[in-house]
Antibody, heavy 125, light 107 residues
Framework: QVQLQESGPGLVKPSETLSLTCSVS????????WNWIRQSPGKGLEWIGY???????NHNPSLESRVTMSTDTSKNQFSLRLSSVTAADTAVYYC???????????????????WGRGALVTVSS | EIVMTQSPATLSVSPGERATLSCRAS??????LAWYQQKPGQAPRLLIY???TRATGIPARFSGSGSGTEFTLTISSLQSEDSVIYYC?????????FGGGTKVEIK
């Protein structure tokens, strides 16, 4: 079955860039939409954005232009970078899968059927 | 942005009894709603999508209903392992948005 695993630094200083990678097993990264979602006590669950294997991305406008996402098809991984972090970005970050492809047609159904275990990222000096 | 409101915040139910959780959308989302279950220290797990379709492997005691702005997740006979937090999520409008959750407790 499809499994996801987040990795990256657990501590980031304010104003710096948070970087996380999600490793995908059991499925090709070329077949689905790959999302980042975070969960903090103050804001609950918040969708950050998705990336498709073609490189197209879509992110939550609440994060303005701080979000960058990329894929590495050779490693079957995708990544998140969140710039200019503050304490409000402290959260558990999840990667999650959505959508499907049938033949050459792909559709994002916008609900998340497989999740990683999550990575706690704390923003503190 | 569509706001999702879940009620009650905490629900106490006796083992074997029915649990009814509510989720309200600030405007119509048709049936574009999902429900998730989250156990302590774990990621959310998809239970229901399209308001009433059970995800793969989800027990039949979980059912979803509703359309428009009012939705319900029902656990027909509460088991001890069901005593966790449940979230709804709309995906009719962009961006997708989650509710604040309902914690189900064993009475």
């Amino acid at each position: 079955q499809v499994q996801l695993q987040e990795s990256g630094p657990g501590l980031v200083k304010p104003s710096e860039t948070l970087s996380l990678t999600c490793s995908v097993s059991g499925a090709s990264i070329s077949g689905y939409y790959w999302n980042w979602i975070r969960q903090s006590p103050g804001k609950g669950l918040e969708w950050i954005g998705y990336i498709f294997h073609s490189g197209s991305t879509n992110h939550n406008p609440s994060l303005e232009s701080r979000v960058t996402m990329s894929t590495d098809t050779s490693k079957n991984q995708f990544s998140l970078r969140l710039s200019s972090v503050t304490a409000a970005d402290t959260a558990v970050y999840y990667c999650a899968k959505s959508g499907f492809c049938s033949g050459s047609t792909c559709r994002n159904n916008w609900y998340f059927d497989v999740w990683g275990r999550g990575a706690l990222v704390t923003v503190s000096s | 942005e569509i706001v999702m409101t879940q009620s009650p915040a905490t629900l106490s139910v006796s083992p074997g009894e029915r649990a009814t959780l509510s989720c309200r959308a600030s405007q119509s989302i048709k049936t574009n709603l999902a429900w998730y279950q989250q156990k302590p220290g774990q990621a959310p797990r998809l239970l229901i999508y399209d308001a009433s379709t059970r995800a793969t492997g989800i027990p039949a005691r979980f059912s979803g209903s509703g359309s428009g702005t009012e939705f319900t997740l029902t656990i027909s006979s509460l088991q001890s392992e069901d005593s966790v937090i449940y979230y709804c999520q709309q995906y009719n409008n962009w961006p997708p948005f989650f509710g604040g959750g309902t914690k189900v407790e064993i009475k």
